[in-house]
């Protein structure tokens, strides 16, 4: 994640492993989080976008739907220890 000066994001790479037989990116949530300011409102639309971007197979290692919400919790995550 690179912010410019007025906190905007000015670029995003998010990657996660475990959603597919290789690392993905989730390229529509990158897009949507460009150019817009990196606040917590903006990170919760983020999230529900980065749950439903992925189509993650069930294994007996997690459920899909674990595999999204971590996912998201990742990207909260990340936003909570970079805010300032």
Known sequence: MK?????TIGS???AFGGMA??????YKTEEFLVGK????SNVEKAM???YNEFTPISDARSFADTRRLF??????????????
């Open 3 to 7: 912010l410019n000066t007025d906190k």
């Open 71 to 84: 996912a998201k919790n990742l990207l909260l995550k990340f936003w909570s220890e970079t805010k300032n």
């Open 21 to 26: 037989a290789k690392t993905q990116r989730a």
């Open 12 to 14: 995003a790479v998010l």
């Open 37 to 40: 300011q990196w606040n917590r």
């Open 48 to 50: 529900e976008l980065l």
